[in-house]
T-cell receptor, first 115, second 115 residues
């Protein structure tokens, strides 16, 4: 069974601060996806990282996939109240070369950015 | 440009009743995934279906739960003889194919409450 450990579970910061959310596993994933979820809504895909060591930037958000494709991080620079929400990482299995889209989710990080 | 549509958004059932959750994938998507989310937790994979076929149901309880994706119409997640522990948000996602790294688009979920 593949597991994704996401930390921290809760994060409460002031506007303008930086933060990093981590997603770790002992398993190899073919890709790692990051989602953001608002209350009462479904997860919305932010980014997919595929290659070991890959770094992707989305405005103030920086996503990194570990070299061994077992871990990932999300870094937010100068957080704003609009960044408040639940952030989820999800790994797609298929280390053996096959993948059928089954996602293993981390427990999520509830981020609160105070004005 | 409709996304993944789930209905109902909220469903209340008494213990012992049946719950039917519907999911219409995005246009052109023939792969559907069902996930369950408990409060402030990540999503847990339940079942993966293609049209008229169940591909992977490893995350679905063996009893009382069933899923289908007929040739015509939405995918249905059916829970028979519901119990309090079935209370959760159920999300459906779809993708155009099951190749590696295909993004999954989520609906806004059905919140099931068992009285």
């Amino acid at each position: 069974t593949q597991l994704l450990e996401q930390s921290p579970q809760f994060l409460s910061i002031q506007e303008g601060e930086n933060l990093t959310v981590y997603c770790n596993s002992s398993s190899v994933f073919s890709s790692l996806q990051w989602y953001r979820q608002e209350p009462g809504e479904g997860p919305v895909l932010l980014v997919t990282v595929v290659t070991g060591g890959e770094v992707k930037k989305l405005k103030r958000l920086t996503f990194q996939f570990g070299d061994a494709r077992k871990d990932s991080s999300l870094h937010i620079t100068a957080a704003q109240p609009g960044d408040t929400g639940l952030y989820l990482c999800a790994g797609e299995s298929g280390a053996g070369g096959t993948s059928y889209g089954k996602l293993t989710f981390g427990q999520g990080t509830i981020l609160t950015v105070h004005p | 440009n409709a996304g993944v549509m789930q209905n109902p958004r909220h469903l209340v059932r008494r213990r012992g009743q049946e719950a039917r959750l519907r999911c219409s994938p995005m246009k052109g998507h023939s792969h559907v995934y069902w996930y369950r989310q408990l409060p402030e937790e990540g999503l847990k994979f339940m079942v993966y279906l293609q049209k008229e076929n169940i591909i992977d149901e490893s995350g679905m309880p063996k009893e009382r739960f069933s899923a289908e994706f007929p040739k015509e119409g939405p995918s249905i997640l059916r829970i028979q003889q519901v119990v309090r522990g079935d209370s959760a948000a159920y999300f459906c996602a779809s993708s155009p194919s099951a190749g590696p790294n295909q993004p999954q688009h989520f609906g806004d979920g059905t919140r099931l409450s068992i009285l």
